[in-house]
């Protein structure tokens, strides 16, 4: 196959179809206007894919874009952005992930890989100092992801290689297909691991010297600040480092917003089962991404019962509530074990969670039958059951070919009195918090630009400002009221677009946001002066920021004519809760939108206005 030699900073674009392979500076004006990660993957995608088209057509672009600041001296900078035309929503797929991979092409000097076309047969694409090369993935196609990486460390003879790889789920082309970068770091949401299968790259391997070059006095002095903000809430710094992010299950089970049962309930009696302070008696060894103080990952391991044995990585809280009580399941080692599995097969674990609980709703209420589940019986909290759909989705076979669709389209199939239960925004699957009793989530879930999704907004203000620091910021106090819908426009813009310029810098949304609850962007700004010598103040990140949101909302909107898609499902907005703490809540929610609208500069049906264009340079775009 084609070599191409590679030097610092560059995009390497990849044409399947034509086995060629391209290079290109990636040049400071780029930098300036868009940074890199999501930035530069919004942009590139928004001038390439004008035409809509079927996202598992060779025609679909993948990006893999580093962020400015991965495989650097800046605190937990892993990141990556993912990013393509998404085939569970037809609008942007975009996802994030951490781990080590990044921060090797950093060390290659690569900021961009594009991968355009589709390859005749399987391939994998291998990148190293001397150069980027096609290879032969024949003994690779039909392994599940740790078999890929296994195999591809044993056939190279190098342990250091970081692979993204994708399971018999991206093979077959399941609509919610995850990229895993190495074994337990997924690149879960939007369906990206199918667009790799549908172009035959079954996995991305780097090999790359392991570099850790040494600071200046100014950037170590930038660095420590930034990791002493980090420590600054002690508790919170301890629950994320010792607990990971499941150490939050509780207390969401404690508001009555567990989602359980398909959201029929928000509690599940033995919530405490699951929470990652129970799972920290699995846990075998704390694992961290690249320069991350936090250490928020592990490996576990089962000892005993049905899985023992069993090892793998401690799940996050998104997927401890989606693939346990949502589909009712509480038993800890089962959950430890099913999570798992979504990974080896290569499946996103909050869909697959979502459209388990969807068809055990069905099933429960009598809308199919054992006819249509080919003889299951889909009993709540039944792990065993769950496993089998699991592998059926993840071979589109059986009942798992239509589940393996997502919950839009599986309603579709079966009959118009299933798609009130069907719970997504944009045809993605939502996150396990109810929205309910949750105003800034609920408008999060609903005008997130790549579907029910909480990560692409994060508006963590809304759990831990202080009532004055919220004044002070967005002109309320009621944006940290839970239940007031007063204020969160502002918040959701905020965040949305402070999430965009995290995103494209590379940084860690878990310590940078979650834990420190700084929205502010000035840390940031220095820390990219200290290590790149770019001179960017906070106000010009977030006027960059503000430019990509705009900048993807028009690709969606090329995308897609519904101008409707910015809301929930009717059951959160026309059902309140039933019992528990939140008994009563309901989601009053296009107040919100209209207020969201009215702040980013979009008029009522959320189309940005020709002054908002004309404002962020894109009039001409």
Known sequence: MEEVMISPDKIIEIDLTQKQIMVKDYTEAMTRRHLAGFGFNIKTLFQRLTQTFNPLDP???????????????????????????????????????????????????????????????????????????????GQLWGLDTRQTESRLRSDLRDDRIQVLSIGPAGENQVLFASVLAGRDHAAGRTGLGAVLGSKHVKALVVQAENKRGK????????????????????????????????????????????????????????????????LQKFVTKKNSCHRCPVHCKADIKISDGNYKGFQGGRPEYETVMKMGPLCGLSDPKALLYLTNLCNILGLDTISTGGVIAFAMDLFDRGLITQED???????????????????????????GKILAQGVRRAAKIFGKKTEKYAYHVKGVEIYGADPRGLMGTALSYAVSLRGGDFTSVYPIPEYRYSPEKAKKEFGTEQVV?????????????????????????????????????????????????????????????????????????????????????????????????????????????????????????????????????????????
């Open 215 to 278: 600071m200046n006095g100014v950037t170590a002095e930038i660095v420590k600040r930034y990791i002493k903000n980090m420590k600054a809430n002690v508790g919170r710094f301890h629950d994320y480092a010792t607990y990971g992010s499941a150490g939050d299950v509780l207390e969401t089970n404690e508001w009555g917003l567990l989602g359980t049962h398909n959201y029929r309930q928000g509690q599940i009696p033995n919530a405490k089962e699951i929470d990652g302070r129970e």
């Open 373 to 399: 589940t080919g003889g299951l019986k889909l009993r709540w909290g039944d792990a065993v059951t769950m496993e089998i759909l699991i592998q059926q989705i993840a071979s589109c076979r059986g009942l």
């Open 59 to 137: 025609e679909n672009v993948l990006m893999i874009t580093r962020g400015l600041l991965t495989g650097t001296a800046a605190p937990a900078s892993s990141r990556i952005h993912l990013s393509a035309l998404s085939p569970l929503s037809g609008l942007i797929a975009s996802s994030s992930v951490g781990g080590f991979f990044g921060a090797k092409l950093k060390t290659l000097g690569i900021m961009s890989l594009i991968i355009t076309g589709k390859a005749p047969d399987p391939v994998y694409i291998r990148i190293n100092s001397k150069g980027v090369e096609i290879e032969d993935a």
């Open 481 to 621: 009221n839970f239940t007031a819908t007063e204020g969160k426009g502002a918040l959701v813009k905020k965040c949305m677009i402070v999430s965009m310029v995290i995103d494209s810098l590379g940084l860690c949304k878990v310590p940078s946001l979650a834990i420190s609850a700084n929205y502010d962007l000035v840390l940031e700004s220095q820390l990219l002066k200290a290590i790149t010598g770019l001179d960017i103040s906070a106000d010009e990140l977030f006027f960059i920021g503000e430019r990509l949101v705009n900048m993807e909302k028009m690709f969606n909107l090329r995308h897609s004519s519904d101008f409707h898609a910015d809301t929930l499902p009717d059951f959160f907005v026309n059902q309140p809760v039933a019992e528990g703490p939140a008994k009563g809540l309901r989601v009053n929610l296009e107040p919100m939108v209209q207020d969201f609208y009215h702040c980013m500069g979009w008029d009522v049906n959320g189309i940005p206005t020709s002054d908002t264009l004309r404002k962020l340079g894109l009039d001409n775009k």
